[in-house]
């Protein structure tokens, strides 16, 4: 069974902080480009942050550039989303995501990914 499972979201005060874990069963996360990326009520989802898996270059959104690092546990099968610095506008729902490595860099855009999380719910509210 291939699967992704995305937990660590919940609601917090503008200013907290919260990780968010995405891990994988059934297939070996290193072999596959990563992405996080967030859907709130009426909009679009959006790419947040994304992880190659042939150099470990990153991508981040302009809007969360210097608060979210996206890391990997290649001990655990599992990328994490440290997100700092929590403002209302980051309410959403996060999903992580798989992408097959066409290249060096990892892709910000949804349609390249294949398997996706169920999403986890974060709430930034005072």
């Known amino acids: 069974q291939v699967q992704l499972v995305e937990s660590g979201g919940g609601l917090v005060q503008p200013g907290g902080s919260l990780r968010l874990s995405c891990a994988a069963s059934?297939?070996?996360?290193?072999?596959?480009?990563i992405g996080w990326f967030r859907q709130a009520p009426g909009k679009e989802r959006e790419g947040v942050s994304c992880i190659s898996s042939s150099d470990g270059s990153t991508y981040y959104a302009d809007s969360v550039k210097g608060r979210f690092t996206i890391s990997r546990d290649s001990a655990k099968n599992t990328v994490y989303l440290q997100m700092n610095s929590l403002k209302p506008e980051d309410t959403a729902v996060y999903y992580c995501a798989t992408d097959r490595p066409s290249s060096l860099y990892c892709s910000g855009e949804a349609s390249a990914y294949d398997i996706w999380g169920q999403g986890t719910q974060v709430t930034v509210s005072s």
């Open positions: 059934g297939f070996t996360l290193d072999y596959y480009d």
